[in-house]
């Protein structure tokens, strides 16, 4: 077998479960990425013969970034792209052409896209990975994930992944998530590796207290709750904002030290009638950022001094959204 590299979402859990497939089928290393990271990750591609692309949409910053350096690739390299953000059909017929293996599903998580692919040469253990991508990804009802997950003791899963979720959510250095990215593909329960339910439980003491901090000091405006945070999931807190001001859309944002821009994320309620990702895309292009997402989840990076306007504009989309 030739050399495989799996470059990840290495953020969430449903992007450590897709690696964890990949290194069990291929034995692959795998490179910890993020939206605002791919095309820098795969400049350094250099000198495999299979690379595994999960869990990693595009948005009109980096798409053409992305096709030139999958171009790029190609020349030596099988590549297969495995993924659940939106598409457009332009990139979606680019990568086609270029020889791209495209395994694309808007209704599944990458996990269980990753599972489906691959599962002729998977062991047992794919189909809980492809489970937790699931639950953690909000994507459980999927007609392909529901059927996985119906195979199992439901609590036992929903346990398992919360603990991934948390304990990524306390521990956020690459080394630990690439410990969790080995141990999954050899077929470890979450429970089983070594710190996850110390680092889990201090999650869910903090995931407490801001419960109370949230609900104190989050604002409330016309369609949407939002919070300034310090977390380093910003996708947590955002969760919480729903339940705590009564409406469908809660939105946090958190200061990036490095340049000072902000990192965001939205969630909403499933009774929201609105595409989050697409409003997310939206309104961060408008004030010189990026962003995307699901329906329900979505994230963006803003530049300083937009969050007025940001949110503004963001807060005008949900309403006009539930009309």
């Known amino acids: 077998m030739g050399k495989s590299i799996c470059i990840t979402h290495g953020k969430d859990v449903d992007g450590l479960s897709s690696a964890a497939i990949v290194k069990m089928v291929t034995n692959a290393d795998v490179i910890l990425s993020d939206y605002d990271t791919i095309i820098s990750d795969l400049t350094m591609v250099e000198k495999v013969d299979e690379l595994y692309i999960c869990d990693l949409g595009m948005n009109d910053r980096t798409e053409e970034g992305f096709l030139k350096q999958v171009k790029r690739i190609r020349k030596f390299a099988k590549v297969t792209l495995l993924d659940h953000h939106p598409m457009t059909p332009s990139v979606h017929s680019s990568l086609k052409k270029m020889g ?153 944002l958190k200061l990036n030290s490095r340049d000072e821009s902000y990192d965001v994320s939205a969630r909403g309620l499933s009774s929201f009638n609105g595409h989050l990702g697409d409003i997310m895309a939206k309104v961060s292009s408008k004030v010189g950022g990026y962003g995307g997402g699901h329906r329900l989840a979505s994230g963006a990076r803003i530049p300083p001094g937009s969050v007025t306007k940001f949110l503004n504009a963001f807060d005008k989309e949900v309403l006009a959204a539930q009309r």
């Open 100 to 252: 791209v293996k495209v395994y694309h599903n808007l209704n599944e998580c990458a996990s269980v896209i990753v599972y489906l692919a691959l599962k002729h040469k998977t062991k047992e253990s794919a189909k809980l990975l492809a489970s937790y991508g699931a639950i953690t990804d909000y994507l459980d009802l999927g007609p392909e994930a529901s059927g996985i997950i119906e195979m199992y003791d439901r609590q036992f899963l929903l346990l398992e992944a919360t603990l991934l979720s948390h304990a990524m959510g306390r521990k956020t250095d690459l080394r630990f998530r690439h410990r969790l990215v080995d141990a999954l593909s050899e077929g470890v329960f979450p429970h089983q590796i070594q710190g996850i339910t110390k680092y889990s439980s201090e999650q869910a003491e903090k995931v407490s207290l801001l419960m109370k901090s949230v609900k104190t000091k989050g604002k409330k405006k016309k369609g949407l709750a939002y919070f300034l945070t310090e977390e380093h999931s910003t996708g947590n807190v955002a969760n919480l904002l729903p339940g705590a001001f009564g409406v469908k859309v809660g939105l946090s």
